[in-house]
């Protein structure tokens, strides 16, 4: 099995900054896995944010977050960020951590393991 803990949420005004952290554990977890972020506004469904491969060097983006958003991970540590700049109402969700071990070359994730979620609110 495959945990995944997210942290950092939180309220920040329009115009801030947040980041996100998930750590991974797991006897079935390696450094090979792709990992990602959803995330699922009220009403709305789950929705692509970003992805990374195993080694950081690719990443995607849904269109709204490009230029505004990084995703990265330390290997070392088993932890993928999702580094929020310029945070917009709209960004308003629960973020969810993702983990595949087969990595989509495009700017979509088929996630096998999820995070339980942590809140991200932007007030205007």
């Known amino acids: 099995q495959v945990q995944l803990v997210e942290s950092g949420g939180g309220l920040v005004q329009a115009g801030g900054s947040l980041r996100l952290s998930c750590a991974a554990s797991?006897?079935?977890?390696?450094?090979?896995?792709?990992m990602g972020w959803f995330r699922q506004a009220p009403g709305k469904e789950r929705q692509f944010v970003a992805s990374?491969?195993?080694?950081?060097?690719?990443?995607y983006y849904q269109d709204s977050v490009e230029g505004r958003f990084t995703i990265s991970r330390d290997n070392a540590k088993n932890t993928v960020y999702l580094q929020m700049n310029s945070l917009k109402p709209e960004d308003t969700a629960v973020y969810y951590c993702?983990?595949?071990?087969?990595?989509?070359?495009?700017?979509?994730?088929?996630?096998?393991?999820w995070g339980q979620g942590t809140q991200v609110t932007v007030s205007s």
């Open positions: 797991g006897r079935n977890f390696s450094s090979d896995y792709g």
């Open positions: 993702t983990a595949a071990r087969i990595f989509v070359y495009d700017s979509t994730m088929t996630p096998e393991y």
């Open positions: 990374i491969n195993w080694n950081g060097g690719i990443t």
